[in-house]
């Protein structure tokens, strides 16, 4: 504790982070580099393999997506304008010329300042591996490191040049990252994303064996050709695996089961992914609102411990804010007449989420601007529509109105694979282990050595999976008030922390505050509500706080090390929690605090 007081912290993160690798996995991107750094790579989870299926498909769980019924497309329309009456918008189907009241106009074109890239293209990705030909090698190496924009002249002006080399020239067998998204949907590639809505993305078209090798794959080419750890210098490197609290038990295993047997890591850790938002921001204390691509999860810390029964999971997040926004221009008449779809071309919803990014934001009044929108048709170069958007301020506000965000796309996976004994993020201090008689107690050090403070929560023997079919405003306020004190919850309704990609909307925080206040039920002695600012960008909040609790974790009780997951798994009893414990290593909350 002394070197604890007087170390530096840079000195204290480049000492103990040099050799800590923190994997933060999602539904569509991964959050993974060194704990020294500030920031990690943030890197699309997906994995375009060759396939010679025929008919072939361009992503491999495209057949589970579902049309829109009729009850939905109804909700849809009535939840659209009960939004517009709140923003003060015309209603859906409303002529400008019959509005009554004086119209709100507010231009974002200068909303997100780097208008020069959010204008550029996206580029089809090159299938083909390297030229080893020294001519090709230089040419290939300068387009490299150019941005976004690399290969598309190879898919116009030098078609003849391809047929020519064609039969010379080898496909890649698999493509990873932002490449995969951007591969054509004429080439002979699929593409796989392992995780789906917070879950492994196991299907009768997608078995489970496929998506652990994918999920392999991704993290040894990024470990490989972007940090530069080769798999003969891994044994040298532990893992801190921060996971969302939607897995379930079995997924968490089969992933540590990855990083420690199959990527060959010396040791590893389980982290909650709202717990290390937590130590990410330099808190102790947060109603935790993550809104990442394809799920929204809530969860209370009260002094670095996560509260388990104040867990909710709800099925949306920002790529279903995009399809929204989609949706919503071509009912208004604004989106070019081009072929835009983001189930079969990823690259659409690329260029969907960049437009979403740069205007979409949350304040009252017609919310228009004047975009490039790009169309990628199949083979050829990208074309550019100047088009005018509107109503970009309905699509954010399905977070608190989700009928507006149908889920045609993506919807979770089957859960009956995903049944399992243990919790690797639950507590297990207040559980009797069987015993070995032929072992002595001191066999058994950590075991039921429960606090007092935690004493009148309730103990869940399993983690409740359910999805709430709710809001955002009303899942935030029944996670707190599941707490039961009210000095607790007063607390926690002035620390809500929002991270994930979502959490740049503009406009979100007072929307948030404002929508939290109204839910609260009348007979509730709570009457004010606080988003705290993030110290750090939202995006990297949980990665970050990884990289903390990994470097103050001294005494590694709950680490992982590799001979002892192969040879044994869980071995009940064992004294070790493999996951993170509802007490943290006081050295932690003690630096932190200080």
């Known amino acids: 504790m002394d070197y604890l007081k007087t170390v530096v912290p840079s000195q204290l993160i480049a000492e103990r982070g040099s050799n800590l690798v923190v994997i933060n996995p999602g539904s569509a991107n991964i959050r993974i580099g060194l704990a020294q750094h500030d920031t990690p790579l943030n890197i699309p989870h997906c994995i375009a393999r060759r396939t010679s299926q025929v008919p072939k498909r361009n992503v491999v769980d495209q057949m589970l997506n579902s049309q829109v019924t009729t009850s939905q497309h109804v909700e849809r329309e009535r939840a659209y304008d009960v939004i517009a009456s709140l923003m003060k918008i015309p209603f859906l189907d409303e002529e400008v010329a019959n509005n009554s009241f004086p119209r709100k106009m507010g231009r974002v074109d200068a909303f997100n300042q780097q208008n020069s890239r959010k204008d550029v293209a996206f580029s089809w990705t090159n299938v083909y591996e390297k030229e080893p030909t020294p001519s090709t090698a230089l040419e290939s190496s300068s ?16 078609t003849d040049i391809k047929e020519l080399n064609s039969s010379e020239r080898k496909f ?20 796989h994303r392992p995780i789906r809505r917070g879950h492994l993305n196991i299907s009768q078209h997608y078995p489970m064996q496929q998506v652990l090798e994918d999920l392999y794959a991704i993290w040894d080419w990024i470990l490989t050709e972007k940090l530069h750890i080769p798999r003969s210098e891994r044994n040298l490197y532990s893992a801190i695996l921060v996971l969302p ?16 047997r199959d990527l060959r890591f010396a ?4 982290h909650q992914e709202g717990l290390a938002a937590v130590f990410g921001n330099g808190l102790s204390t947060a109603c935790v609102v993550n809104m990442g691509a394809q799920v929204t999860s809530v969860i209370c810390v009260e002094d670095g411990v996560a509260l388990p ?37 990823a690259i659409d919803l690329l260029m969907l989420n960049r437009i979403k990014e740069s205007y979409s934001e949350i304040k009252e009044g017609e919310i228009d601007a004047v975009a490039v929108v790009h169309s990628y048709e199949d083979g050829m170069p990208p074309g550019s529509h100047k088009t005018r958007l509107t109503a970009l301020n309905v699509p954010p506000m399905g977070l608190f109105y989700p009928k507006l965000l149908v889920p045609d796309v993506y919807p979770p996976p089957p859960r009956s694979w995903f049944n399992d004994y243990e919790d690797m993020l639950e507590d297990t201090w207040h559980t009797d282990f069987p015993r070995r008689s032929d072992i002595s107690d001191n066999f058994y050090p950590g075991i039921n050595v429960g606090l007092p403070m935690w004493e009148s929560y309730p103990v869940l023997t399993t983690k409740p999976k359910k999805e709430e079919k709710i809001g955002l405003a009303e899942a935030v306020t029944s996670s707190i008030l599941s707490t039961g004190r009210i000095d607790l919850q007063r607390k926690l309704f002035c620390s809500i922390q929002l991270i994930g990609g979502v959490a740049l909307t503009g406009g979100l925080i007072p929307a948030v505050e404002e929508r939290v206040l109204h839910a609260i039920p009348s007979n509730e002695a709570i009457d004010m509500v606080e988003v705290l600012q993030s110290r750090t960008n939202p995006t990297y909040v949980s990665w970050k706080g990884g990289a903390v609790l990994g470097i103050l974790d001294f005494g590694r009780d709950a680490w992982i090390h590799r001979e002892d997951w192969i040879r044994n798994g869980i071995h009940i009893g064992s004294g070790r929690k493999y996951k993170d414990s509802y007490f943290l290593q006081a050295q932690a909350m003690c630096y932190i605090n200080s």
């Open 267 to 270: 040791s590893a850790v389980v």
């Open 245 to 260: 609290e939607s897995f379930d038990n079995r997924e968490i295993k089969e992933m540590l089961s990855i990083v420690l």
């Open 143 to 158: 387009s490299m490191n150019h941005g976004i924009i690399k290969e598309s002249v190879g898919q116009h002006g030098n």
């Open 309 to 345: 029964n104040t867990e909710k999971t709800l099925p949306f997040g920002g790529e279903d804010i995009s399809r929204c926004l989609l949706w919503t221009q071509r009912h208004h008449q604004t989106w070019p007449q081009i072929r835009t779809d983001i189930l079969t071309k």
């Open 172 to 191: 890649r067998e698999f493509i990873c990252g932002e490449e995969a998204l951007r591969v054509s949907p004429t080439e002979p590639y699929c593409i």
